[in-house]
């Protein structure tokens, strides 16, 4: 386990005093200066673009409205970022506030490498205080056993993910959406033999996910099992919060499934494909039904109508599974999006005010667009995006605070004019499937002690096997029996006692 070393208050005599010397400690940077402080802000997963340096325009505009310097730090190319930032705290070289990732925000918190932020968030970050639902704070408490808010909550009140369909697909075999998996299934048979992309050649995926298994949900959540990326989560099974890898619901998706694999249906390079090799089968027109992001789709259409020119994507409303309520994954709130390592502490008001800019509602303007010829241009006295490329720099930004009205503004201000009612129609296709789950916001520390659960590597080996065929289907309950002697009791039980204070 990574052992981190932790600045401490000599004069802390007990736990009562402890917000109080934090208050105490980071006072002393409230000082006014004429010279802008530095704040460095690491997240990974970024966009196209580069590393923006002091100088840029974006840069400069934040530091005038706050008189502090967003220095943007990221994971180096190729590089693993769970290790990456792993190895940063391992140095003692964290960034003054970091978004977590790979579970780190468990790591800081019980080894009392994280600040508290109670005290500090009503003062320096007001509008990330009023904005964020008190529900998400709730959620946030149960992470930390003094029940203390120990980091920012990323809050996403509509889905993000959707089951997606080419509809010009559909329109080319001469069929309509499919209401049950049965259909679903008939609908697939039809893309991989009446060459619905059009080339003369057999080359259609039917459906297709990637390695271990993951981004293939939409097939799982026709039988009502809780997935996220690939990662099966916690519901309300059997009428409390279990693990959706072990129930029923599972064995019936993986049946399912493995029918797929079998008949040519799913990509039998589904367990080989790499993120990008997936994405580009897709890109590729050869791909007819995914899951994935919505509101991310504007460069696959761009590359899509490069060889399909009326390419058509629709959202698929779940087929009705037998015996089963389907539903897509929803988590709104409680998931670590900001926090700020007690290494940081004598910057931490300065971080936390950088970060209000951007939940700032006046603002909102300047995070949509950025700067004119930079991020946008006006066009007939409208402002309009620029695409970013891997030569412009990135916009910067720390606001993960969604509603419907602020991705109806994305979608209005990334796609052109004729796809935008298209992807708002696959939004309101997916909220009418989607339910938020029991395990929204549950802290990974439930999963102390039990890193080969935590990681679902079991479930991943016999969900593979199982449906390549390798395995025959009755060798899930070994695998249910596996995951229970190996902890799984024990995590349930602790996630049914996180849920209870959640109630």
């Known amino acids: 386990m990574l052992v981190i070393a932790v600045a401490c208050d000599d004069n802390k005599t007990d736990g009562n005093n402890d917000s109080n010397s934090e208050?105490?400690?980071?006072?002393?940077?409230?000082?006014?200066?004429?010279?802008?402080?530095?704040?460095?802000?690491?997240?990974?997963?970024?966009?196209k673009g580069t590393i923006p340096e002091s100088d840029d325009p974006h840069v400069q505009k934040v530091m005038e409205a706050t008189g502090i310097e967003y220095q943007l730090i990221t994971t180096p190319p190729g590089s693993d970022p769970a290790e990456y930032?792993?190895?940063?705290?391992?140095?003692?070289?964290?960034?003054?506030?970091?978004r977590p990732i790979g579970g780190v925000e468990q790591t800081l918190i019980s080894q009392g490498g994280a600040l508290a932020l109670d005290e500090l968030l009503p003062k320096y970050a007001p509008h990330v205080w009023e904005q964020i639902p008190e529900e998400a704070w709730k959620i946030?408490?149960?992470?930390?056993?003094?029940?203390?808010?120990?980091?920012?909550?990323?809050?996403?009140?509509?889905?993000?993910?959707?089951?997606?369909?080419?509809?010009?697909?559909?329109?080319?075999?001469?069929?309509?959406?499919?209401?049950?998996?049965?259909?679903y299934k008939e609908m697939l048979v039809a893309f991989r033999d009446e060459d619905p992309n059009g080339n003369g050649v057999q080359d259609e995926l039917p459906t297709s996910g990637r390695e271990f298994g993951r981004w293939m949900d939409h097939l799982f959540a026709m039988f009502g099992v809780a997935m996220w990326e690939g990662y099966p989560e916690w519901d309300i099974y059997n009428g409390d919060i279990n693990y959706a890898g072990t129930t029923e619901n599972m064995k019936a998706s993986i049946e399912f499934i493995r029918e797929l694999y079998q008949e040519g249906l799913l990509d039998n390079e589904?367990?080989?494909?790499?993120?990008?090799?997936?994405?580009?089968?897709?890109?590729?027109?050869l791909v007819g039904s995914w899951y994935h992001l919505p509101a991310?789709?504007?460069d696959n259409l761009i590359i899509m109508r490069e060889h399909s020119p009326d390419v058509e994507i629709s959202g698929m409303s779940l087929p009705k599974a037998d015996g089963f309520d389907g539903y897509i994954t929803q988590k709104s709130m409680g998931e670590p999006e900001w926090m700020i390592p007690k290494t940081a502490e004598e910057n931490a008001i300065n971080?936390?005010?950088?970060?209000?800019?951007?939940?700032?509602?006046?603002?909102?303007?300047?995070?949509?667009?950025?700067?004119?010829?930079v991020q946008h241009e006006v066009v007939n006295g409208e402002k309009q995006l620029i695409p970013a490329t891997d030569e412009t720099p990135i916009a910067l930004g720390m606001l993960n605070f969604t509603t419907q009205e602020t991705m109806d503004l994305r979608i209005e201000n990334s796609f052109e004019d004729e796809d935008q009612q298209m992807i708002k129609d696959i939004f309101k296709t997916a909220t009418k499937d989607s339910r938020r789950i029991a395990g929204d916001?549950?802290?990974?520390?439930?999963?102390?002690?039990?890193?080969?659960?935590?990681?679902?590597?079991?479930?991943?080996?016999?969900m593979t096997n199982i449906v390549i065929g390798e395995?025959?289907?009755?060798?899930?309950?070994?695998?249910?029996?596996?995951?229970?002697?190996?902890?799984?009791?024990?995590?349930?039980?602790?996630?049914?006692?996180?849920?209870?204070?959640?109630?």
Do not use: C
């Not at 916001?441 to 016999?462: A, C, N, R, T």
């Open 23 to 47: 208050s105490n400690q980071t006072e002393g940077n409230e000082e006014e200066s004429d010279e802008p402080v530095v704040v460095k802000v690491f997240k990974s997963h970024l966009g």
């Open 85 to 98: 930032i792993n190895l940063i705290m391992a140095e003692q070289d964290l960034p003054d506030i970091l």
């Open 140 to 183: 946030v408490r149960t992470a930390s056993d003094d029940g203390k808010i120990y980091y920012v909550p990323k809050v996403f009140m509509i889905p993000e993910r959707s089951p997606l369909l080419r509809k010009d697909w559909l329109d080319n075999i001469g069929m309509d959406m499919p209401e049950t998996t049965e259909e």
């Open 270 to 285: 589904t367990f080989l494909n790499k993120g990008d090799v997936w994405a580009a089968k897709i890109d590729n027109g």
């Open 296 to 298: 991310n789709l504007n």
């Open 351 to 373: 971080a936390l005010k950088l970060l209000d800019f951007y939940y700032d509602p006046a603002n909102s303007e300047f995070i949509q667009y950025g700067i004119e010829d």
């Open 441 to 462: 916001g549950m802290p990974i520390s439930v999963y102390e002690g039990y890193p080969d659960i935590q990681s679902h590597k079991l479930f991943q080996e016999y």
């Open 471 to 503: 395995w025959e289907l009755e060798r899930f309950d070994e695998f249910v029996e596996r995951w229970k002697e190996a902890g799984g009791d024990e995590i349930t039980k602790r996630a049914q006692e996180w849920y209870a204070q959640t109630e």
